[in-house]
């Protein structure tokens, strides 16, 4: 069946790179994201990627993609203590726009 | 930028009440909306698919008759949970895709509710 996992918790220090790791198990994914969930809040996307791709750059972020072992990351350049947070990947299967989400990777930034 | 909006942002009720949430896509149309719940430090469980002017289609697991949805318009879907009772107290979330790019989908902020 569809399974999306996550590392459930991250520390760094300011300044630091941070890599988020998300592994699938669908190979028929169409499109992959990545949201952030700061406390109480609701989801915020940060980027997506389309499967036929491998990477992705966006400012401070880059989306790495390997389809072979249907391996995500998320990699954050000097990271900050506002990206303190919970970043759940997604995966989306079909048209229908469904998404599967990992378990939510909590990110702590230590000053 | 896409917003979607929840009203309320937060709800508390007695047991046996029924409560209703709205989703609105402010500034885009909303051929599909989908409706999560989130228990605290978990993932968010998918609860329906909500396509405008049809009846929702619902995961396996959610009771259609106590989580009604409606798909009134482009911008507006609702979801009311009926005869609620304290296990109902969740996060709910809502999501739409934009009409004109369904390569992304926009969450609202959520709303918290608390059955006593």
């Known amino acids: 069946g569809e399974d999306v996992e996550q590392s459930l918790f991250l520390s760094v220090r300011e300044g630091d790179s941070s890599v988020i790791n998300c592994t699938y198990t669908?190979?028929?994914?169409?499109?992959l994201y990545w949201y952030k969930q700061e406390p109480g809040a609701g989801l915020q996307l940060l980027t997506y990627?389309?499967?036929?791709?491998d990477m992705k750059q966006d400012q401070r972020l880059t989306v790495l993609l390997n389809k072979k072992d249907k391996h995500l990351s998320l990699r954050i350049a000097d990271t900050q203590t506002g990206d303190s947070a919970i970043y759940f990947c997604?995966?989306?299967?079909?048209?229908?726009?469904?998404?599967?989400f990992g378990q939510g990777t909590t990110l702590q930034v230590k000053p | 930028g896409a917003v979607v909006s929840q009203h309320p942002s937060w709800v508390i009720c007695k047991s046996g009440t029924s409560v209703k949430i709205e989703c609105r896509s402010l500034?885009?149309?909303?051929?599909?909306m989908f409706w999560y719940r989130q228990f605290p430090k978990q993932s968010l469980m998918l609860m329906a698919t909500?396509?405008?002017?049809?009846?929702?289609?619902?995961e396996q697991g959610v009771e259609k008759d106590k989580f009604l949805i409606n798909h009134a318009s482009l911008t507006l879907s609702t979801l009311t949970v009926t005869s609620a009772h304290p296990e109902d107290s969740s996060f709910y979330i809502c999501?739409?895709?934009?009409?004109?790019?369904?390569?992304?989908?926009?969450f609202g902020p959520g709303t918290r509710l608390t059955v006593l």
């Open positions: 999501s739409a895709n934009d009409r004109g790019n369904t390569d992304t989908q926009y």
């Open positions: 669908d190979s028929s994914s169409t499109y």
């Open positions: 990627i389309f499967s036929n791709m």
């Open positions: 997604a995966e989306r299967l079909d048209n229908t726009g469904k998404l599967i």
């Open positions: 500034d885009f149309q909303a051929t599909t």
């Open positions: 909500s396509n405008e002017g049809s009846k929702a289609t619902y």
